[in-house]
């Protein structure tokens, strides 16, 4: 019904910079908040930004002033820029979008993308 699709991971250096972007797609009348999460090797799924149909954004302490989070409303689409990336930012990033009300079905809902990789080298 709805999908989410990530781009933009990939393999970079210590002090680089990735753009991730995802975009949902389906029967969507609206998205309450869209995010970004991550799951590194052996820890939990932990929240790095997120930011709510209205702009208002939430960032993990671990990347606040290096990575920014945007979100084209009209297009159903977050981005998540990354700079100053740092080794322990090596992760799969999930997008996530949270209170989701479609067309076809009463009821809000939970939606999360397939995620990628992001690998940074010391």
């Known amino acids: 019904q709805v999908q989410l699709v990530e781009s933009g991971g990939g393999l970079v250096q210590a002090g680089g910079s990735l753009r991730l972007s995802c975009a949902a797609s389906g029967s969507i009348f609206s998205i309450n908040a869209m995010g970004w999460y991550r799951q590194a090797p052996g820890k939990t799924r932990e929240l790095v930004a997120a930011?709510?149909?209205?702009?208002?954004?939430n960032y993990a302490d671990s990347v606040k002033g290096r990575f920014t989070i945007s979100r084209d409303n009209a297009k159903n689409t977050v981005y998540l820029q990354m700079n100053s990336l740092k080794p322990e930012d090596t992760a799969v990033y999930y997008c996530?979008?949270?209170?989701?009300?479609?067309?076809?079905?009463?009821?809000?809902?939970?939606?999360w993308g397939q995620g990628t990789q992001v690998t940074v080298s010391s």
């Open positions: 930011i709510t149909s209205g702009g208002n954004t």
């Open positions: 996530n979008a949270d209170g989701v009300r479609v067309y076809t079905t009463q009821g809000r809902f939970d939606y």
